[in-house]
DNA sequence: AACCCTACCTAACAAATGTTAGGTAGGAAG
DNA sequence: CTTCCTACCTAACATTTGTTAGGTAGGGTT
């Protein structure tokens, strides 16, 4: 199928989500126990969910460990039995919303390599799912990526020192299919970095304007941009 | 000094700058006296200058007035002197970011209605011309533009409020110079609103990549985007 | 029963925040 | 010399900030 859809925004990617951090035990225990607690995981969503959102319209700095506790329900003071500090929570959703576009990347790249795309006939439509796939992180995940994107830029430094090896290798994947592309001779562009870097630059701009919600869907959007980009409209 | 390099700083579209706020008087006294005292304005440019540099890097709710007061050499307070508020100086950034990107929109408008541009053999080359003062705005305008680009989605409402309907009016520029394009046949694209806004997001993301001093200059940059726009690169 | 653990709370802390009131040095104007 | 204005300073203010220490209710286990 394209990428992930509809999919709940609690479930995906949790349980990975960590990464180092954090204080000691929580998860990794019981695996599949009929219904699982409910807690434990549930509360960090609950807090990364409300505290992305925040973060996506005000800012890191400009939201408070108040602000994000209020809007989950309980006190400031309480946000420290899941996190260990501001930081930890804005690096965790940075994170998130990283790992939802290697996924959602990915799961193009298998289809790939499974051959739901002809190589030679349809390098197009190839790019075309990986757009899709992009906005689709963009536009499905909530304020995860949204946030990613558009505050990542004034991220204190301690931040930007564990985010910035995975947006590294992000961009490493669309480099490398940018290359395969062209080496293929399907794409033939003077200078590649720059083609996909502005090309990213153009989605990416997307979450301030485009509304999946109008006329367009986000299919539609995919269409407009890659054939923008493939065929152009210059004709003088 | 360091920031803004041919343009002098001072200069450009500063006198109108403060819109309504302010206490009273100020300037607007004796014009062209030879020598023009250097306080007055001066205090309030460079003041701007380092406010803008430290909000462009830390976002706006991560520069304090202490940072900006310190950069500038004097006490926090002092600032108060010159600016009503946090907010004013923010707002301030703001506008004079969006003015320069106007002024350099319409001398682009003055030299083609001047005959600079070959109508019908040249759209390609207004368009150029047009982008590359765009990305002059943002590249030779240090700060102000670019703080413009990256801050301005998490701006408090009251600064929204303000600088939305000059950014609407900078959009409609483009979005008539499109329109012009289009309706004279020499650009042929689906959604061209669109297409106006993916080449926006992709020109303003390049101040997040693009480095003027490297290997290609603003001028390379500027042919490279609107040829990848104009005539694309796919071949299958 | 006793125990423990999770998830929360209250209350406070020091530090940093935007902002204000009042003072002072120095030059210009009378 | 006095007066006034500009540009700054000092010192403080009330608030908000991230964070911590210690307490408590409740469910699970033994």
Redesign the interface.
Known sequence: MTTMTSPPATASAAPAASSAASSGSSAASLPAAGTQPPEAVEARVRILDNAARLIL??????TSMRDIASAVGIKAGSLYHHFASKEEIFTAILERGIDVMVTAFESVENDDRAGAFDG?????ALLRAHVRAHLGSLFEFGPYTAAHV??F??A?DSVHEIIVPRRDSYEAMWAALFDRLQAQ???????LS??R??????????I???DPAGP?SLDD?AD??V??????????
Do not use: C
């Not at 870097?197 to 997307?206: A, D, I, K, P, R």
């Open positions: 319209d005000k800012g890191f700095a400009a030679a006939t349809s390098a197009e558009t505050t830029h004034n204190p001779g399907s794409l033939r562009v003077d200078h720059i083609a870097l502005v090309l990213f630059g153009g989605m990416n701009s997307t301030e304007w485009f367009l959007l407009t941009i054939s923008q980009f493939w065929h152009a409209g210059g004709h003088a």
